[in-house]
């Protein structure tokens, strides 16, 4: 049975930095491509971030880039976000799913060609 668990959420002020993780247990983590999305209140789960199996390359949506690092450690099963200079908009709820193949495709990541999700991290941007 697949788990995915995601965790490091938090409370954090404006230009602070938080750092996502997500564990996956039950499938051969290094054989796909893994993606972050976000869901805040009343709006669509978006893709922010897709990494290849290998770990290049990667993708971020507009904002993101040099303030989110996506990063994986097949050997541990594990998939990172690491987030900085946090803005307000990025509250949401974060959460971590495979991809079908092992490599990132119909960027921005989307949600429909995505699986095992885990239940989501929280993350509360303070102004």
């Known amino acids: 049975q697949v788990q995915v668990v995601e965790s490091g959420g938090g409370l954090v002020r404006a230009g602070g930095s938080l750092n996502l993780s997500c564990t996956a247990s039950g499938l051969t983590f290094d054989d796909y491509a893994m993606g972050w999305f976000r869901q805040a209140p009343g709006k669509e789960r978006e893709g922010v971030s897709c990494?290849?199996?290998?770990?290049?390359?990667?993708y971020y949506i507009h904002d993101l880039w040099g303030r989110f690092t996506i990063s994986r450690d097949n050997a541990k099963n594990t998939l990172y976000l690491q987030m900085s200079s946090l803005k307000p908009e990025d509250t949401a709820m974060y959460y971590c799913?495979?991809?079908?193949?092992?490599?990132?495709?119909?960027?921005?990541?989307?949600?429909?060609?995505?699986?095992?999700w885990g239940q989501g991290t929280q993350v509360t941007v303070s102004s």
């Open positions: 990494i290849s199996r290998s770990g290049v390359p990667t």
């Open positions: 799913a495979r991809a079908e193949v092992n490599y990132c495709v119909a960027l921005p990541p989307s949600p429909l060609t995505y699986s095992n």
